[in-house]
């Protein structure tokens, strides 16, 4: 299983950002995907999972309302777009799949059993 994680960059403050992260190996619809991100000298923080059920996606409040996740079934690739970026965004941001995941252990990292590489985000004030 392969997750690559792309789309990241340095941009200013106010501006948007489009992660993809493309998998194989693993069918992205029948996954739970998960976003994380950690900042230098910080633990990995949830930032939003879309559940393989439904329509169903939750968002850490610091990004509810700016950031959106998507998938695109037909690459197979789940999409996190990122409007209104703040300094306090940057960081590298990591894609997740879990065939398991509960709603009590959506913000848990070991609740997911396969990772990305990470792309880094850097806003700039």
């Known amino acids: 299983v392969q997750l690559q994680a792309s789309g990241g960059g340095l941009v200013q403050a106010g501006d948007s950002l489009r992660l993809s992260c493309a998998a194989s190996?693993?069918?992205?619809?029948?996954?739970?995907v998960g976003w994380f991100r950690q900042a230098p000298g910080k633990e990995r923080e949830f930032v939003a999972t879309?559940?393989?059920?439904?329509?169903?996606?939750v968002y850490a409040d610091s990004v509810k309302g700016r950031f959106t996740v998507s998938t695109d079934n037909a690459k197979n690739t789940v999409h996190l777009q990122m409007n209104n970026l703040k300094p306090d965004d940057s960081a590298i941001y990591y894609c997740?799949?879990?065939?398991?995941?509960?709603?009590?252990?959506?913000?848990?990292?070991?609740?997911?059993?396969?990772w990305g590489q990470g792309t880094l985000v850097t806003v700039s004030s």
């Open positions: 879309k559940f393989r059920s439904g329509n169903n996606i």
């Open positions: 190996g693993r069918t992205v619809s029948r996954d739970s």
């Open positions: 997740a799949l879990s065939s398991t995941i509960i709603f009590s252990s959506i913000s848990n990292p070991r609740s997911y059993a396969y």
